[in-house]
């Protein structure tokens, strides 16, 4: 479990863009793959972004490549998500966490941080 804050939400216009920065805790942060997860109301949450920690390579949902970018400064202890060409059903509250593929290493989830995308 990583402890984490993310920040940077907010309301924007459909092809707005937002950066999304998660804080994490701990002294072994670079040595983590870190991604990100949304929930949609009333949906399952699910992948958006992951990025490797070795070699910093990332993977993405299908519904966000081309629009989302993974990145982290590790002298930061920080990942974030820069998020272009926004549409409504990118509309959700935004969370990261350690990651093992697609996949959440985590107990208990940080609060997120919310995105709405008006059209």
């Known amino acids: 479990q990583v402890p984490v804050v993310e920040s940077g939400g907010g309301l924007v216009q459909a092809g707005g863009s937002l950066r999304l920065s998660c804080a994490a805790g701990?002294?072994?942060?670079?040595?983590?793959?870190m991604g990100w997860f949304r929930r949609a109301p009333g949906k399952e949450r699910e992948f958006v972004a992951t990025?490797?920690?070795?070699?910093?390579?990332?993977a993405y949902a299908d519904s966000v490549k081309g629009r989302f970018t993974i990145s982290r400064d590790n002298a930061k202890n920080t990942v974030y998500l820069q998020m272009i060409s926004l549409k409504p059903e990118d509309t959700a509250v935004y969370y990261c966490?350690?990651?093992?593929?697609?996949?959440?290493?985590?107990?208990?989830w940080g609060q997120g941080t919310q995105v709405t995308v008006s059209s």
């Open positions: 990025i490797n920690a070795r070699d910093g390579s990332t």
């Open positions: 701990g002294r072994t942060f670079s040595s983590y793959d």
């Open positions: 966490a350690r990651t093992v593929g697609t996949r959440a290493l985590v107990d208990n």
